[in-house]
Antibody, heavy 121, light 106 residues
């Protein structure tokens, strides 16, 4: 079955760096774009970044642009989020999720990991 | 960026009730609108995509409607496992913005 497993969450000081990983199984990883979505404690969901299936296209939320970098290794079925210049407001659970396309070009996030907690303090 | 709003922000309901949650986009997103359910401590779960398409495995008591800027998620007969927070999300363009959520509790 489809599985997405995040790792790398930790406590880091403001200005510090951290790298999250998302290991996937159960589907052909190289066929799907992948996203990071985060959720601050007690708050709603915020989309963070997307990477195309081949890794050539990347887009970021304005709040993380220039500080975060999304990447993937299709040979290892793993996606990454490198976070630099971390701020207190980046504290959140970070979810990796698969982007999928349905009928008439519908686009949605159909599988999610369990989340990785990043604390900036 | 497309801004998403939801109403109500929370509601109290009973098992068997019909529940309706609305979502509004700041500009037209056609039918590029998805609904997710999230329970405490868990990842979101896709319920409805493309405004009205039921994700595989999701009970038929969930339904979605709307297009353009106004959308609705309906639960026809609330079940105990449906008490959760519901988010709409537009996938019309990046950033893929979510609504603030609607919490359904007893």
């Amino acid at each position: 079955q489809v599985q997405l497993v995040e790792s790398g969450g930790s406590v880091v000081q403001p200005g510090g760096s951290l790298k999250l990983s998302c290991a996937v199984s159960g589907f052909t990883f190289s066929r799907f774009p992948m996203h990071w979505v985060r959720q601050a404690p007690g708050k709603g969901l915020q989309w963070v970044a997307v990477i195309s299936n081949d890794g050539n296209k990347k887009y970021y939320a304005d709040s993380v642009k220039g500080r975060f970098a999304i990447s993937r290794d299709n040979s290892e079925n793993t996606m990454f989020l490198e976070m630099n210049g971390l701020r207190v407001e980046d504290r959140a659970v970070y979810y990796c999720t698969r982007g999928n396309t349905g009928t008439y070009g519908a686009y949605y996030f159909d599988f999610w990991g369990q989340g990785a907690l990043v604390t900036v303090s | 960026d497309v801004q998403m709003t939801q109403s109500p922000s929370s509601l109290s309901a009973s098992v068997g009730d019909r529940v309706t949650i609305t979502c509004r986009a700041s500009q037209s997103v056609s039918t590029y609108l998805n609904w997710y359910q999230q329970k405490p401590g868990k990842a979101p779960k896709l319920l409805i995509y493309a405004a009205f398409s039921l994700q595989s495995g999701v009970p038929s008591r969930f339904s979605g409607s709307g297009s353009g800027t106004d959308f609705t998620l309906t639960i026809s007969s609330l079940q105990p496992e449906d008490f959760a927070t519901y988010y709409c999300q537009q996938s019309y363009n990046t950033p893929f913005t979510f609504g603030p959520g609607t919490t359904v509790d007893i």
